[in-house]
């Protein structure tokens, strides 16, 4: 069984501060590992899909910008900031095996982030 | 682009009856169609996808779709289900085999009645 680790799971985010979430690859290794986010009850939506250890793409978006990081073979790592004032948002990653099933994509549990 | 529509959010069913959610999918070429459910606290999990061939595919738990090109459908079925089928449904679709973006779409939330 495929495991995605994620941490935090979740967390309270002042206004005005930055996040770092972290996912962590636990009995496998993916060589693309992406991050997805989502705002209450809107679609789940793609942000970067990073290869190798090193990668980094930022982005920004309306009501947050995004950094991230592909530390390890086994790491993706991902900051958010600037994010608006009360928004709810759902981020989680995932790895897509290469091979027969390169088509599946696994995904982790998620990190729920409320802004005050 | 691509995109995909889920025109139900949210699906109530006693347990033991019937259940259809519906996908309507937009591509120009050859969708990666998949159906991915997500219990709560946890990530979504894959229940089946579609490439090509027969166009009824089978999945875990007593799922399947059915892949419809006219009509630009991937609707998910099951013929009984259990109060554990309670969750959220996605949609989805990549433009190729490999690809790393999934277009999702908003889901539905399924509540099974006991």
């Known amino acids: 069984v495929t495991l995605l680790e994620q941490n935090p799971r979740w967390r309270l985010v002042p206004r005005g501060q930055a996040v770092n979430l972290r996912c962590i690859l636990k009995n496998s290794q993916y060589p693309w590992m992406s991050w997805y986010q989502q705002d209450l009850q809107k679609q789940l939506q793609w942000l970067f899909t990073?290869?190798?250890?090193?990668?980094?793409?930022v982005k920004s978006l309306p009501g947050a910008d995004y950094l991230a990081t592909r530390v390890t073979d086994t790491e993706l790592r991902l900051q958010v900031a600037n994010m608006s004032q009360g928004r709810t948002l759902y981020c989680t990653c995932?790895?897509?095996?290469?091979?027969?099933?390169?088509?599946?994509?696994?995904f982790g549990p998620g990190t729920r982030l409320l802004v005050l | 682009a691509q995109s995909v529509t889920q025109p139900d959010a949210r699906v109530t069913v006693s347990e033991g009856a019937s259940l259809q959610l519906r996908c309507k999918y937009s591509y120009s070429g050859t969708p990666y169609l998949f159906w991915y459910v997500q219990y709560p606290r946890q990530g979504l999990q894959l229940l089946l996808k579609y490439y090509s061939g027969d166009p009824v595919v089978q999945g875990v738990n007593g799922f399947e779709a059915e892949f419809s090109k006219s009509n630009s459908s991937f609707h998910l079925r099951k013929a009984s289900v259990h109060w554990s089928d309670s969750a959220v449904y996605f949609c989805a679709l990549s433009g190729n085999s490999a690809g790393n973006k999934l277009t999702f779409g908003i889901g539905t939330r399924v509540l099974v009645r006991p």
């Open positions: 990073l290869r190798s250890p090193g990668d980094k793409e």
């Open positions: 995932s790895g897509r095996d290469w091979g027969v099933n390169q088509d599946t994509q696994y």
